[in-house]
């Protein structure tokens, strides 16, 4: 079976019948955190004892003195087919493997989805939508409440890498209810007026000036996605909006200085081209996340089909 990490995180799925764990994807301090989260679930809930290894070359059965669980953490996936994993099913122990993707883990994968007593768990960059329900799960433990305006730039300036983002969030938790204003938010997400979210407002200049810009700011895999997902938000209002007077009222404040673009670029979607920017977002996406060592290509074709949309 498959479970979203979004579930492990915030304790909203545990399945007492798993004994088998692959915990795999790109995103490396998601997987770290998600390793750590089912390790202190198991250690919690049936006082299990964890061993690491290397490979199943090195595992060995050893009683424990009280019966307790084990948890052992298997860094490669090596080795690893039905056969084996049919011969430990009976052990009083649970088996997390962590590996990062590659071409060799595909029928790995394609295991541990097909039997029930197998969970993958793999992690990617997050998502926009993940973003706010771990922002709002923060704020119902913290009891912290944030205004409409600085909710929303929170979200938008969040990072898709997991370490990053609840660092964040800690940063926040450090401020007193009292301090939580627009000002020192801006100062904790230490706001760029030239980054990666800057590039759509740049939608309506000439092809070599988009390029120039997009190539000096993004150069890597996560500015391909936090571009991706600044540009999907601005998208997704103009899709999701019925009107002019509704779509004003949910551009973001802290947006003021954009608003008139904003507005203008609104005014030029009919419902066919809506149509053709849902089109786009959703086969963005699935190519980025399928085709990982190709997103800064892709990140381009998509800015240049945004803007081709945008102006037809």
């Known amino acids: 079976m498959r479970i979203d990490p979004l579930n492990i995180l915030l304790h909203q799925e545990h399945k007492t019948n798993i004994k088998f764990y692959l915990i795999s994807g790109n995103e490396s301090t998601l997987i770290q955190k998600i390793n750590s989260e089912i390790i202190s679930i198991y250690k919690k809930n049936e006082n299990a004892s964890l061993v690491s290894i290397d490979s199943l070359n090195e595992f060995i059965e050893e009683e424990s003195l009280f019966g307790n669980k084990k948890i052992y953490s298997v860094k490669s996936c090596k080795g690893i087919n039905e056969k084996i994993i049919n011969s430990l099913r009976n052990l009083n122990g649970i088996f997390l493997f962590v590996q990062e993707n590659s071409q060799k ?15 993958l768990i793999d992690c990617y960059e997050i998502s926009r939508d993940s973003k706010i329900k771990i922002l709002n799960s923060f704020l119902k433990k913290t009891n912290l409440i944030l205004e409409k305006n600085i909710y929303w730039l929170v979200v938008e300036r969040l990072d898709n890498r997991y370490v990053f983002l609840e660092n964040t969030l800690k940063k926040i938790f450090e401020l007193s209810q009292k301090n939580i204003n627009l000002l020192n938010i801006n100062k904790l997400l230490t706001l760029d007026n030239s980054g990666k979210d800057r590039i759509f407002f740049d939608l309506l200049k000439n092809n070599k000036e ?19 997902y600044h ?23 802290y947006l003021f200085r954009e608003k008139q673009f904003l507005i203008d670029v609104y005014r030029r979607y009919n419902f066919e081209k809506r149509r053709l920017l849902l089109k786009l977002l959703s086969s963005t996406e699935g190519v980025i996340r399928k085709n990982a060592d190709l997103s800064l290509a892709f990140g381009l074709r998509f800015l240049l089909s945004l803007k081709r949309i945008t102006i037809s």
């Open 105 to 119: 883990l595909k029928q790995t994968k394609k295991i541990f989805i097909n039997d029930e007593e197998c969970c």
């Open 231 to 253: 540009c999907k938000f601005f998208c997704q209002l103009i899709i999701d909006c019925k009107d002019e007077k509704e779509y004003q009222k949910k551009i973001p404040i």
């Open 210 to 228: 988009i390029i120039n810009t997009y190539r000096k700011k993004i150069v890597s895999n996560t500015d391909v996605n936090e571009f991706y």
